[in-house]
């Protein structure tokens, strides 16, 4: 808006303007008046328009608070003005260019103008090749540029901008090659080639850098045609123009970039190269070396692109400077001396005038403290100093960092630097410092107390939705993996809630209290913030509040009778959800064993939501006479907790909402799949699991699918072979130890697998649910066709093939899936008439209680309940609750005595509902 205000205020006052610059050019030259004149009327229908004068003229708008002269504009009356003035003789450039701005204003904001009004105007706009004036002329250009795409027959302007492009009027010259390669399609591209060959080696650097653009931009229809220009454009590659050198190297590297050796050429012989002066292509060269390196890390010449990354450290330009130093951070498996000249021309730039220069450096060490936070040691003076830059985006970077790269010693300081600046920043940087405090918290455990302490004085703060989401969600988070923080941390939650305006939150909370309430030393301190929810909140909060009083009431039998008092006065409640609950609730009270209570409370049914809701409705949807079972739903995968994720701290925290669970992405995939109708619910969805090397020519990763009755194999293929193509691929597999029937194999070929284009087969084999522990045999079987590398295009005939894969593993973890139980003491005393097993074994190559937990937890598959994956410091002797579901709908439950003496001593106790199952997992360990 402002360009258009501005340039519309410079060409209406132009023709006042002038004469006063040129009396002003008389009284400094001192020249003769005619003279003088003269010389000034010879320059003025090749002057281009100054953008500096453009950017005062804005500056001058601003300060004058003038208004943008196009608001209000209606399309319809812009286009009669314009076959108006258009068609008046004589033409006046003047009102020519300011119906041309308007035109280009309703363009750019996005008016629309049909095909019919749009080939009028532009056919109007053809007579204003008549006037040689060089401002209206440039405006012609740019807007049949802009209206190519809306107009028919546009085509007919190819004289007219050929002759302009090539003239001797340099003022315009540039924007009649962008026009014309914005009208020329695939059939008369080859009457302009000549003419675009010799504007890439011009020698105005205007037109050389419009040629060069445009020739990128008909690469999109017509590469076969501009990678002929290879030899103009290493010629303007040669330029003295800055852009022009960056344009040139851009438009080189897209014309070779199918033909990696070329590219790798290119790169090589430029970064020998004394002619590339422009810190523009310089920054592109990083890229291109970076690009090269990452696409083939075991190349002989990567130390070569390296060495040329750090010399570009040394660089005169400050923005080459940086590309390189983020070049290097961004490499994959860098190592910390790889590191350090990057992060020393960082730390330069961290006590740099320029506040550009402070954020980006700032930024670039933020990422490498995720990886490397021992490389930045030496910038944490430098940071400490950013905490009070005037740029609260730099001060909030800074201490991120900080947070990150800081001792445990340094947290309490850390942490008042941080109160002084925190209710100076807006919100959205409230939430990355609330983030890395969190992360902060998981890495220096020991000092929750201090971090805690922080978290409830900004929780009083005024702030958003968002920024106390990200508060609270932190809090729970710390809870969760920091025992020691429970107490601590519920008390901070519960004086929350007295003053929370936003009900998401509020039943957050109480769910939170609902859990981890019951097991504090003094559980009977929070049922009084609990209930004045259910007395002063809405029926949302209040339902969510009964909730949490019955988990109490269920899981403390001290509290059990207060409880039911309080569960009877709601039962009057207007509000018809509440009533129910608390009717509810007080039955299973009052009525029922305490292993029922907890069933409907604490440990409720282990399904997928989702997963039941589509159940329900294709029950309903298709009639039957056999009883809906709820064993047939998808169990639901407990979500780990962990630390929030590089991606969520560069982006602003944990606010982004997530799509699908993989397992649901695995389940619409192999539903679309025919040969797999009948196979029923998927059961549980393995990772995916590598089975060649990375740097073969075809890459197989593999997945395995547990279903009711046959376990599939999903294979992701990839061809990383340019010049071939696979077809009809198949594989095969067999088992090591047993005999497989092969009528009960499906096997789904994939049919075609192109160079780049992953790809899937399928295989699922019976599953035997009485012996878990299965190894197979795997190879491919295949068409292989020679094909052209630029074009793709495939030979007639091939050969057959084989490609033997690493052996495939069916274990017990693939058949059992983790399930958690809050209240494991319930669960294990609802099962004590099922069937149970006890084994004692030694486990002597285990030098840790903590490698035995995290063995024993993957090698079960099972899921550790209250916290009991956690082993304390320095205590010899710990005990493991896992929980978990069986491969057709058996529950299982797990005691695991730990003693640790010479080597690691278990006594595994297994309680299910299915004898077999029970001995199964039992007698599995030994």
Known sequence: RDWFVSLSQLLTDSETKRPTRQRHILCRGGGSSSHSLSHAHTRRPTAPVSLPCLAMDTKKDEDEGRQNPFVGLERSSVLQEARTVFNRMPLRPRDCVHILTKLLFLLYQGESIGSTDATETFFAITKLFQNQDATLRRMVHLTIKEMAGLSENVIIVTSSLTKDMTGKVDAYRATAIRALCRITDSSSIQQIERYLKQAIVDRNPQVQSAALVSSLHLAKQNFDVVKRWNNEAQQALNSRSPMAQYHALGLLHHIKHRDRLAVSKLVTSQMNSSTLRSPYAACLLIRYATQVMQEDPEQDSDRKLFDFLESCLRNRSEIVIYEAARAIVNMTNVTPRELSPAVSV????????????????????????????????????????????????????????????????????????????????????????????????????????????????????????????????????????????????????????????????????????????????????????????????????????????????????SLRPSVVVLLHRCLSDPDDEVRDRAAFYLDLLEEQTSAVASKYTSNSLPVSLPGLERALLDYVQNPSDTPFDIKTVPIEVPKAVEAPTDAELLSGGGSVSKG???????????????????????????????????????????????????????????????????????????????????????????????????????????????????????????????????????????????????????????MMQAVNKPNFAAAWDQLADQFEMEETFGLESMGSLEEAVEKITGFLGMEPCERSAKVKADVSSHTLYLSGIYIGGHDVLARARLALDDGVTLHLSVRSSDEETCQLVGSSIG
């Open 346 to 557: 960082l730390q330069l730039f961290l006590s740099s005038p320029k506040p550009t220069l402070r954020f980006a450096a700032v930024r670039t060490l933020n990422k490498i403290a995720m990886t490397h936070p021992s490389c930045l040691k030496t910038c944490n003076l430098d940071m400490e100093n950013l905490i009070n830059d005037s740029n609260r985006s730099i001060a909030t970077l800074a201490i991120t960092t900080l947070l990150k790269t800081g001792s445990e010693a340094s947290i309490d300081r850390l942490m008042k630097q941080i109160a002084s600046f925190m209710s100076e920043i807006p919100d959205e940087f409230k939430t990355v410092v609330v983030d890395a405090i969190r992360s902060l918290c998981l890495k220096f455990p020991k000092k929750h107390s201090t971090m805690l302490a922080f978290l409830s004085t900004i929780l009083r703060d005024e702030g958003g939705f968002e920024y106390k989401k990200s508060i609270v969600d932190t809090i729970v988070n710390i809870v969760e993996t920091v025992p020691e923080s429970t107490e601590t941390g519920l008390a901070q939650l519960c004086e929350f809630i007295e003053d929370c305006e936003f009900p998401s939150l509020l039943t957050r909370i109480l769910y939170m209290l609902g859990e981890q309430g019951p097991r504090t030393p003094h559980p009977s301190k929070h049922i009084r913030f609990i209930y004045n929810r259910v007395i002063l909140e809405n029926e949302e909060v209040r339902a969510a509040a009964i909730t949490a009083l019955a988990k109490f009431g269920v899981q403390c039998e």
């Open 660 to 814: 699908p669970s993989l397992r649901d992405q695995y389940a619409e995939q192999l539903a679309a799949v025919p040969e797999f109708a009948g196979l029923g619910p998927l059961f549980k969805s393995s990772d995916s699991v590598a089975l060649t090397e990375a740097e073969l020519e075809y890459i197989v990763k593999y997945v395995k699918h547990i279903f009711g009755d046959y376990c599939v194999f999903q294979f992701n293929l990839t061809n990383t072979v340019n010049d071939q193509q696979l077809e009809a691929i198949n594989v095969v597999v067999e088992p090591v130890d047993t005999e497989l029937d092969e009528s009960s194999v499906i096997s789904v070929p994939c049919p075609l697998l192109k160079y780049g284009q992953p790809a899937s087969a399928y295989v699922a084999i019976p599953l035997d649910a009485t012996n878990p522990s299965q190894t197979f045999t795997a190879r491919l079987e295949y068409i292989v066709k020679d094909c052209d590398p630029e074009t793709g295009e495939p030979d007639e005939e091939g050969y057959e093939d084989t490609y033997s894969l690493e052996d495939i593993e069916v274990t017990l973890a693939d």
